[in-house]
């Protein structure tokens, strides 16, 4: 039932500028490649490991394909051209021999070899395509035995101790505590490698690598916990970073069910080049459609930089923007785990009232989408009382407000990485709320015309204003300018560029022409 | 008086409070494990006031308790801003008058590092607590480098954009990583550049002890609370009233960033 009243031709202008503004970047994205892109082809084609050097072997074989005969053709022609015409028939042994130096790479001529080239390439990445598929019908399954949790907003708990088998009796007890969803922080830093590690780790910065053996490992743990406790307790990783599209595989081939994947994050917050994070961004999205994984944007991440209230409409600028992307890239609104945030300064007069306004906002705007709300974090001062108070406010407009997926605050923000009493104590705030006030939502309908509605109509207003300017301007030039979240990045700027390509017209990417079959 | 003790309700009393959590399931022999642990803190009596347990084998307390040591206020040792704290026209007024060109200030977050929320809070024009940020100075020349900036880089940046100042924040400490992020910083600036020509070293963090900073090579740290204008304040009084001869008026010149 709404309950702003706001206006359907200014929520249908909304989508019009948004989709007016993202579309230029979606032909970007089409027209281009990345480094990490292909290296995510060749993870579903089935390379594996890595060398002495921890350096994996689709890097190796990415570059190695790129200094024979460039990016722009896509790496899988001519990497399954060397195979038919060399006599390997392990794409791993072929990434091996070509970091030796003994295989050398073209692209294949003949209407024959290209013919033979893609065939092969087809067949090994439809196989990844088929375990991802098989991923997902086993989610499902699982699901459906062991049902999901018995409330919304689900209960999001994060875990970050550097050492996945520290982080694994860690998820369980959190998962028995009450966690709904499981997401291990990565390891401060990752996201600007132009690689993924491998195997089991054990030392991280403020977080535990992402690898596919990690993610291995904590979703076997979160399988035996969730028949423990019987509901299916979801697994959360990050494919965010240099290497997002390769994140995306490796989540799908081990069944993570949420993934961090924002349309904006890198570019603004890591300082990632804004045309790889797009053309990346892209094709992650449509790995996660066909993953059946939940997205979960980042703009709870403008509101720590900039004002939360002054910056209230850029928030609502990239959830729409973050839409667009999703929908264009497959996802469907079930999908889309919008984030927002809880982060107006408390000594403000009606700041909840605020908070309100915006969380319900984005809460009529995506009606259908499971949003993420992400609790305070700059206003928490290490007066964990204080903070303590400040998140129960925080759980209660989330539940005031119907959001999806609760991630859990904990009073010890910016003091320490939580202890085990910190994350009990949060636990117990939230089980209080939700326990006293779970259904308020059902009973809040603010006022006609009261303070509410009329900042989220304000809210929504400025939104379409700034959607608009964007339109004139051009969405990169609008990031050039440091309209989000204050930071300025030029578009021929940022961590990455090196790993662009722009696609020739023979470009070849057996998975992008699964993924965007409609 | 400089002799005080912790206070509850009265004047004297020594009470304090405290929490934590042991590794074993709450029982009575849990519970008189906590107390004992208070007894050795010196907390005498002890007061246990909550006990729950948390999964298997863990039990969160909390203890109200009196202790008896006494603390001096004459006896402890912290960095006094040493230095006038000024309003931001006085800061560019001091600057066109003395320095007579823009005081360049290079900001970053070094090592693995990725927030900027301290160094953007004493950078960016936005500032911290209606405070505005450096780059608010128009005579503050500021070049943001934002996260993540290696020391080599660090140290070229400050050199193309002949920093007097360079500012590093550090948020992340786990392992210690501030203190061996801010002593690289430092060396590679010694390493690079004369003493006489080596910008003004400041880091600032929640986590640093401000005493530290001869230790770690830098000319001042900043804790947490510091806000811009405390930043400015020192700048100039360390750049053009302490080491005046190192700081000749360069041919005017103004640098990107503000």
Not at chain 1, 27 to 50: I, Q
Not at chain 1, 494 to 512: E, H, R, S, W
Not at chain 2, 9 to 31: C, I, N, W, Y
């Amino acid at each position: 039932m709404p309950k702003l009243g706001l206006d359907p031709r200014v929520v249908r202008r909304a989508r019009e500028l948004a989709a007016r503004a993202g579309q230029p970047v979606v032909d970007l994205a089409r027209s281009h490649t990345t480094v990490s892109v292909e290296r995510a082809v060749l993870r579903l084609a089935g390379v594996r490991g890595a060398d002495s050097d921890g350096i994996p072997w689709v890097n190796r074989l990415v570059d190695a394909v790129r200094a024979d005969v460039g990016l722009e053709h896509g790496v899988a022609a001519p990497a399954f051209h060397a195979m038919l015409t060399q006599g390997v028939d392990d794409v791993t042994v072929l990434a091996q021999k070509a970091a030796a130096g003994a295989v050398r790479f073209a692209v294949p001529s003949s209407r024959a070899e290209v013919t033979a080239a893609r065939r092969a390439a087809r067949r090994a990445t439809g196989a990844g395509l088929k375990a991802v598929d098989r991923r997902r019908a086993e989610r499902d399954r699982l699901i459906r035995r062991l049902g999901d949790p018995a409330q919304r907003p689900w209960i999001y708990l994060i875990v970050a101790t550097g050492d996945i088998y520290e982080d694994i009796p860690q998820a369980q007890a959190a998962a028995r505590a009450g966690a709904d969803v499981i997401a291990v922080i990565r390891s401060t830093g990752q996201s600007l490698l132009d690689y993924v590690p491998e195997g089991a780790t054990r030392e991280g910065f403020a977080g535990t690598y992402a690898t596919q053996e990690n993610f291995r490992l904590m979703r076997a743990a979160l399988d035996d916990v969730s028949r423990e406790v019987g509901r299916y307790v979801r697994l959360t990783n990050y494919a965010s970073g240099l290497c997002m599209p390769e994140m995306a595989v490796m989540a799908g081939l081990e069944r993570l069910d949420m993934m961090l994947n924002d349309s904006m994050y890198g570019i603004l917050f890591r300082d990632i080049n804004p045309v790889r994070t797009f053309v990346d961004q892209r094709f992650s999205r449509q790995v996660h459609a066909r993953a059946g994984i939940i997205i979960n944007t980042g703009e709870d991440n403008y509101l720590t930089t900039a004002d939360a209230v002054e910056a209230a409409h850029t928030v609502t600028v990239s959830q729409l923007l973050n839409e667009f992307f999703a929908h264009e890239a497959g996802l469907a609104d079930w999908q889309l785990g919008l984030g927002h945030a809880f982060e107006i300064n408390p000594e403000l007069p009606e700041s909840f009232r605020m908070e309100l306004a915006h969380a319900l906002l984005a809460r009529e705007l995506f009606p259908d989408a499971p949003l993420k709300w992400m609790p305070p974090t700059k206003h928490m001062t290490g007066d964990v009382f204080r903070g303590n108070l400040l998140d129960g406010f925080f759980n209660l407009a989330g539940a005031l407000t119907g959001q999806g997926i609760l991630l859990v605050g904990m009073m010890t923000e910016a003091v320490v990485t939580p202890w085990l009493s910190d994350r009990d104590i949060a636990l117990q705030n939230v089980r209080y709320v939700l326990n006293g006030a779970g259904k308020l939502h059902e009973d809040f309908v603010p006022a006609p015309g009261g303070f509410i509605r009329q900042r989220a109509h304000g809210v929504l207003g400025e939104a379409v204003e700034l959607l608009a300017r964007i339109v004139d301007d051009g969405l990169l030039n609008a990031i050039a300018d440091g309209t989000f979240g204050i930071m300025k990045r030029p578009a021929d700027r940022g961590k990455g560029l090196d790993g662009v390509a722009k696609q020739a017209g023979d470009y070849f990417n057996p998975v992008t022409e699964v993924l965007e079959k409609p | 008086m400089s002799i005080v003790r912790p206070y509850g309700d009265t004047t004297g009393d020594g009470m304090v409070q405290l929490s934590f959590t042991l590794p074993v399931p709450h029982d009575k022999r849990a519970e008189g494990a906590a107390l004992q642990l208070a007894g050795k803190m010196g907390m005498d009596p002890a007061m246990l006031v909550h006990a729950r347990q948390m999964g298997d084998g863990f039990t969160f307390f909390v203890v109200y308790g009196r202790v008896s040591h006494l603390v001096d206020t004459a006896q402890v040792q912290v960095v006094e801003r040493d230095f006038p704290l000024l309003g931001a026209k006085e800061i560019n007024a001091v600057i066109r008058r003395r320095l007579r060109r823009p005081l360049s200030v290079v900001g970053a977050c070094i090592g693995t590092d990725a927030h900027t929320v301290g160094i953007d809070a004493i950078l960016n024009l936005k500032g911290i607590a209606g405070e505005k940020g450096l780059e608010s100075y128009a005579e503050l020349a500021v070049t943001n480098m934002g996260a993540q900036v290696s020391v080599p880089d660090l140290v070229e940046t400050a050199r193309a954009r002949r920093a007097d100042a360079v500012l590093v924040s550090q948020v992340v400490t786990q392992r210690d990583a501030h203190l061996q992020n801010t002593r690289a910083m430092s060396a590679a600036f010694r390493e690079a550049m004369p003493a006489g020509r080596r910008p003004l070293l400041i880091v600032g963090g929640p986590r640093f002890d401000e005493l530290m900073a001869g230790e770690l090579g830098v000319d001042r740290i900043f804790g947490r609370g510091t806000t811009p204008r405390e930043v400015a304040s020192y700048l100039v009084h360390a750049i053009l009233e302490d080491r005046p001869s190192n700081r000749p008026a360069a041919t005017p010149e103004r640098t990107e960033g503000n």
